[in-house]
């Protein structure tokens, strides 16, 4: 092969990167396989390396990197970055769109175009590109002087560091508004890192996503998962301005921006009310918080015409939704016992309306956590809640009776077995330390053994658990398989037929995987796709109990953590006892070769999947060729031995054709396999 000049090399690097962060974090329809785009990024780093003077600014690795800055430096907004005045009420927006209509002296009749979108909960952020480089980037501040946060927002993916070109002329100059947020799973998941680690948590995303952006040192934001959605210009040179606000998003959403899909656009006052109801039906379900619609004359004429008063636009308004804060009485701090005995403290609240849904009870993550909000029954506190995440209190309302109250301490016994509770040095968490001889651990325990994704029993719902615990019916997961038909009847309340479904639904459980029955012995650190890795790695349950140190960390995403608690979990005799007991109860599934046993038919070869294939994903199809020894690649070359190509494959494909590479279609993929995986 000849070498392609550092360069050339270097610009189809970055553009290949580009193309697909851009299908991945904007448009999330990802076409490479991760270890894919790893492998790319790779080599763009180490070439970058060998080559420091060849390094540009909109390289997609230098997202990163940049060293702490001291302070925020000023930036002054040539267009001010305005607020919304905001609606609360269906008549409010009414008066609203009667303004409007009286403003730009229409008829009543005739209905305004308002492009309705939603009000993201996060932070208004500026974007300046000259010549399609993102040069800097700025918070709003008081609206006419903000901060430079340009290092920060550099880590966010979906800002482009470079506008994507696709043919048409790109603007001399272009300042585009949007909002930066953390969706709520990142922030759950941040929040767990940070309880882990002693850390402080953060009271909403939007909380999250502030601290995030005003980090001084970018390497940090980096970890955060922000992201960042186009709303606005403020002002575009070189190109001919849009001419509707639907326009602007759809014109932001080619040049590479990340654009709300739930944007729409609709004639007159009615239409919005609609559009109103029916994000507010989705609010819950988004991935993300937003706290109201933001409605806004769609030509940009009449936005002209209408202008500004004060701090707001008189073209755009915020139909906000009901908070989703809210303020009530802290009555008791209880505590719950989780799987591994982890002692959590539940907020017993007086009801209160949050967001349109009534909450009595609030997570407080930990006694650390309620010492620092310095919480005390009878205390009045703030809760949040958005979507499905449990409440959580926010932080406590300063009056004059909070000094006499008594202060929350951590129970020194167990609030179920009254066994003694620990708290490790340095640890957040305390833990009851009785183990599964804890009733409410035990109870948690096999509620994750019968679960649907561990051993899948149908019938055994957490009702029926925790009674069966509680008449020391069942002691282990093992105790299951021994019921009867005549110690379930002895259960109040269980007919004849619950008990023969129930009987069913364990019988048809015993045949199951051995990914399943590992993930269903509940090791610590051990989740589905690790036990789904373990039983691929060793293919049977007694090379894995045989499993040393050095076994198990040749498993993929196996670290020296998971492999201790595994060995830890292994080497404790009452694990091994139930271990052997479900086998014994009869408990089975069907052995695989291990990992590195298997026969490796394509070992040294090079293969490319491309379109699309109906019986399977293509990141499937690659685990699965990938575990007959070949290397799934991205791109066509002379040396890949076969390019699967399913529906609608594009140009790689005809790369393969033009090269004289074999091509396969689906069919022949699946017959391959078929014959190869054996088993
Ligand atoms: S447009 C001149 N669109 O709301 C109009 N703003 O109170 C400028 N916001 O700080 C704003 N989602 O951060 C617009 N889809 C959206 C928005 C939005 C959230 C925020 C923005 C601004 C605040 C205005």
Redesign the pocket.
């Known amino acids: 092969m000849t070498e392609l000049p550092v360069e050339q090399r270097l610009q189809e690097l970055r553009a290949q990167l580009r193309h697909h962060a851009h299908l991945y974090y904007v448009l999330d329809r990802p076409e490479l396989p991760d270890a894919e785009y790893d492998r790319l990024y790779r080599e763009l780093v180490e070439l970058e390396q060998q080559h420091p003077d060849l390094i540009t600014l909109d390289s997609p690795s230098q997202r990163v990197g940049a060293t702490p800055d001291s302070a925020f430096a000023p930036v002054p907004h040539q267009v001010p ?4 005045d ?1 609606v609360f009420t269906v008549e409010e927006w009414d008066d609203f769109d009667r303004r409007v209509r009286e403003r730009l002296g229409w008829e009543l009749a005739v209905g305004v175009a308002y492009a309705c ?8 952020v500026t974007l300046h590109y000259h010549d399609g480089l993102l040069v800097k980037a700025a918070t ?1 501040g008081d609206g006419s002087t903000g901060e430079d946060i340009t290092a920060n927002v550099r880590t966010i993916a979906s800002v482009p560091l470079r506008l994507l070109a696709e043919g048409a002329a790109l603007p001399a100059q272009l300042e585009v ?3 930066v947020l953390m969706p709520r799973a990142g922030f759950e998941q941040l929040n767990a890192r940070q309880l882990a680690q002693g850390d402080k948590v953060f009271a909403n995303p939007r909380n999250a996503a502030a601290g995030a952006l005003r980090q001084l040192d970018p390497r940090i934001s980096a970890q955060r998962p922000l992201e960042f ?1 186009a ?2 210009i403020a002002d575009l040179k070189g190109v001919e301005w849009p001419s509707t606000h639907s326009q602007t998003l759809r014109w932001l959403g080619t040049l590479g921006f990340r654009i ?1 899909s739930l944007a729409s656009t609709g004639n007159g006052p009615a239409y919005v009310r609609q559009a109103y109801e029916m994000l507010g039906r989705q609010r819950d379900s988004l991935p993300f918080d ?1 706290d109201g619609m ?1 409605v ?1 004359v769609d030509d940009r004429r009449l936005q002209l015409d209408l202008g500004f008063v004060a701090r ?2 008189r073209w ?1 308004v ?1 139909f906000k939704f009901p908070g989703q804060e809210a303020s009530t009485r802290l009555e008791a701090v209880d505590w719950q016992v989780g799987r591994t005995g982890a002692l959590t403290p539940v907020a017993r609240l007086a009801p209160v309306s949050v967001g349109g849904v009534v909450v009595s009870n609030a997570t407080l993550h930990n006694i650390d956590e309620i010492q620092r909000l310095d919480l005390r029954p009878g205390d009045t506190v703030v809760i949040y809640r958005a979507g499905d995440v449990i409440p959580k209190v926010m932080r406590r309302l300063d009056d004059d009776g909070h000094e006499q109250r008594e202060p929350v301490t951590l129970p020194s016994g167990c609030p179920v077995c009254a066994s003694a509770v620990t708290r490790g040095e340095g640890e957040v968490v305390a833990r009851c330390s009785a183990g599964l001889f804890c009733p409410a651990q035990r109870k948690e325990a096999l509620r994750h053994f019968a679960s649907r994704r561990a051993m899948d029993i149908e019938g055994l719902g957490e009702k029926w658990i925790d009674l069966l615990v509680e008449q020391e019916l069942v002691h282990s997961s093992a105790d299951i398989y021994r019921l009867t038909r005549e110690v379930l009847l002895t259960l109040p309340r269980m007919a004849e037929k619950s008990a023969d479904n129930m009987l069913a639904g364990i019988a048809k459980s015993k045949q199951t995987t051995l990914a399943r029955f590992l993930f269903a012995l509940g090791i610590p650190e051990v989740g589905e796709s690790t036990a789904a890795l373990l039983a691929r790695q060793f293919g049977k349950l007694d090379a894995l109990l045989q499993a040393d140190e050095a076994a198990l960390l040749a498993t993929p995403d196996v670290g020296p953590v998971v492999a201790r608690s595994i060995l830890d979990f292994l080497a404790e005799p009452h694990n091994q006892a139930v271990i052997a007991a479900l086998c014994e109860v009869g408990v089975h599934w069907v052995d695989q070769a291990a990992a590195q046993d298997l026969p490796q038919p394509l070992a040294g070869q090079t293969w490319v999947l491309t379109g699309t294939l109906s019986s399977m994903g293509r990141d499937e199809a690659g685990d699965r060729l990938r575990a007959l020894g070949a290397k799934v690649s991205g791109s066509v070359s002379k040396k890949t031995h076969v390019v699967v190509a399913g529906e609608s494959a594009g140009s790689k494909l005809a790369n393969a054709q033009a090269l004289g590479v074999t091509v396969w279609d689906e069919a022949q993929l699946v017959a391959f396999l078929k014959e190869h995986e054996g088993c």
């Open positions: 970055m305005l607020s919304l905001n979108e939603p009000k993201f909960d996060g932070l208004a709003r508004r949007g909002e959605y709303y606005a709300t937003i933001v806004k707001a636009p755009a915020a």
